[in-house]
């Protein structure tokens, strides 16, 4: 099926200067980082991507390609127990398919294992740093709180040579998981509590997916994070606002080794209503069956995302057009409809389906009678081509296009109305058949011969155009009919006593059998059209030769249903 231009020519709009552009303008001004501009991705290979990383995609390769600079993409796998290659494997896809290019810069803290063991012995040798007996929850409650200083460990002031033996030990496996970790010795009274003799190293024994049982101690996030921005020669480390307090141990750590300094800025992190981009809630999702996997089309993920159609340049526009701050928002999910909606309209090819089926029998026209209309795939972009769709005696339409009582305004079909078949006739309903229960079960019409095309040979006004299949040729698929995974504003606030998952939407997934022009069966997996007055639609990797299947991408407005939605 030819389908023409690929929407990923709708681009995004080019950003404005925001307060980190703008730093890195300041920045090159100036000379610091002899004015280049070197990003970095860095996400922890233990989940998939979402929402909110599809924002820090966005910003860490985009303003290193409007800088004529480079983005390296660095998988954080300090954390055996969480890291898997799979999760690897498909944060390389999501990240391509954003648009992101790495090109050969594609590392790991892992690679970086043993010089990160050398910073810290060196840490040790300064006397910056010592190995800590004192049990995880010991050191919580030693820590003090925001009006309370903490209490220094009773192994802080340990030797040189004390130290390094044990930490050399922990390094050889002599201590199981828990007995020791490694802590900078900083200031226990510091009002920055992430100051107050942060861990360094852990001891974790566990298979690690790259390294394998090398190692069983692991260096922590804030100690791998900032030397790992050091080796790779990062200019502008990109983070998000909870990462706010630890820039003073980002740059006590640099400062302390005395190695090449990145900039640290913070931006604040993507919220939208009714979703949830907690890495952990989203495993929750995962794991307990509330989803069907971490691509389920109503998942947050970018494979969710990309399984139900939206198209990566909506993505971008979304991210462009929420722009960046330095204060925590809600973004209304109705502006990531907006772009989607956008782009599909202009990059989505057209087709007819009937979600919910009635049967129209045109009693005038020829018993086993078969003509075809050619009919444009865009009416706007000759590039998309056309199909040829038959028409025949008895036709299917939408349920919700006949109503036997009509009210005001409603411009569809109706007994006595007559209505305009998109690009095929003009058909007058002389009768609604009704079954044992007094549902309307089937339509009896009329046609005028003299409007084929759907063009009014004497000039008369018809105001509805309805879409249609022809009964003999329709094409059975199953739809599955999405809405947001949650039915509440903000999922994260329950009431006492209930979690998240009680805010979960009962009515997120509705399956239906459709009824499809037949040109539809050679419709692309993974391709999204808009199934004329109903929404976009995206063929799934589930069909089937006998039962292909669409996944809503987005919805349409409706002005008709709005209006009676408010009694009008």
């Known amino acids: 099926m030819q389908t ?22 300041e920045d090159n001004a100036s000379g610091r980082f002899g004015g280049q501009v070197h990003t970095r991705f860095p996400p922890e290979p233990n989940g998939y991507l979402h929402l909110g990383h599809a924002k820090s995609i966005c910003l860490n390769f985009g303003v290193a390609k409007e800088f004529g600079g480079l983005c390296n993409l660095r998988f954080d796998d300090t954390n055996p127990t969480k890291e898997e290659t799979e999760y690897v494997e498909s944060i390389r896809e999501d990240v391509r398919w954003l648009g992101g290019d790495w090109q050969d810069r594609e590392f790991y803290a892992s690679n970086y294992f043993e010089k990160l063991y050398e910073y810290a012995e060196q840490l040790i040798k300064m006397g910056k740093a010592y190995v800590d007996d004192l049990s995880a ?8 709180t925001l009006t309370e200083p ?21 390094r050889a496996g002599e201590f199981p998981d828990g007995v020791r970790v490694l802590r900078a010795r900083i200031d226990m009274a510091s009002p920055n509590l992430v100051m107050r003799d942060p861990t360094l190293y852990r001891i974790r024994h566990a298979e690690h997916h790259r390294t394998g ?63 949830v981009l907690s890495k952990r809630k989203l495993i929750q999702l995962v794991r307990e069956g509330h989803v069907r996997g971490w691509d389920d089309p109503r998942m947050p993920t970018l494979s969710g995302l990309r399984r139900r159609g939206v198209p990566p340049s909506a993505l971008r526009e979304f991210c462009a057009r929420i722009g960046l701050a330095r204060a925590d928002s809600i973004v209304d999910y109705s502006m990531l409809e907006f772009c989607i909606r956008e782009h599909l ?20 026209y020829p018993e086993g009678q078969v003509e075809e209309f050619e009919m444009p795939y865009h009416p706007e972009d000759p590039g998309y081509g056309s199909r040829k769709v038959p028409f025949s005696r008895e036709l299917y339409i939408e349920r919700d296009d ?30 609604a058949v009704l079954d044992e229960a007094g549902n309307v079960k ?20 018809v105001k509805g155009t309805i879409h249609w299949v022809s009964a003999a040729h329709a094409l059975p ?92």
């Open 213 to 275: 049982n090398a190692w069983c101690i692991y260096p922590m996030y804030d100690f791998t994070h900032c030397l790992s921005d050091s080796l790779e020669g990062i200019t502008h480390s990109l983070c998000t606002l909870e990462f706010v307090n630890n820039r003073e141990l980002y740059d006590w750590v640099l400062d302390t080794l005395g190695v090449y300094h990145p900039q640290q800025i913070e931006f604040a992190r993507l919220n939208l209503t009714y979703t």
């Open 4 to 25: 023409g231009n690929d929407a990923t020519a709708h681009e995004a709009a080019k950003p404005g200067v925001d307060f980190i552009r703008a730093r890195i303008q």
């Open 442 to 461: 089937e339509l009896r019409c009329v046609y005028d011969p003299q409007s084929r095309g759907g063009q009014s040979p004497d000039g008369r006004k």
């Open 477 to 568: 698929a199953e739809v599955r009919l999405y809405e947001q995974l949650f039915a509440v504003e903000n999922p994260n606030a329950a009431p006492e006593g209930k979690t998240f998952l009680d805010n979960l939407n009962p009515d997120s997934l509705r399956m239906v059998r459709a009824l499809l022009e037949p040109a539809l069966a050679d419709a692309e997996v993974g391709r999204t059209m808009q199934f004329e007055r109903l929404g976009y639609f995206c063929k799934d990797r589930d069909s089937t030769p006998e039962l292909p299947v669409f996944n809503r991408t987005a919805t349409l407005r409706d002005t008709w249903a709005k209006l009676e939605k408010k009694g009008e």
């Open 137 to 144: 929850e010991e050191i919580r409650e030693y820590r003090g």
């Open 345 to 364: 309209n202009a990059g989505a090819p057209r087709a007819m389906a009937v979600l919910d089926p009635i049967k129209v029998v045109i009693e005038n």
């Open 402 to 431: 006949f109503r036997q009582d009509p009210p005001k305004k409603f411009h569809r079909l109706s007994p006595g109305a007559e209505v305009r078949l998109r690009y095929a006739y003009f058909i007058t309903c002389r009768e």
């Open 150 to 170: 903490g209490r220094e460990s009773p192994y802080r002031n340990r030797g040189v040579e004390e130290n390094l033996d044990l930490f050399r030990r922990m």
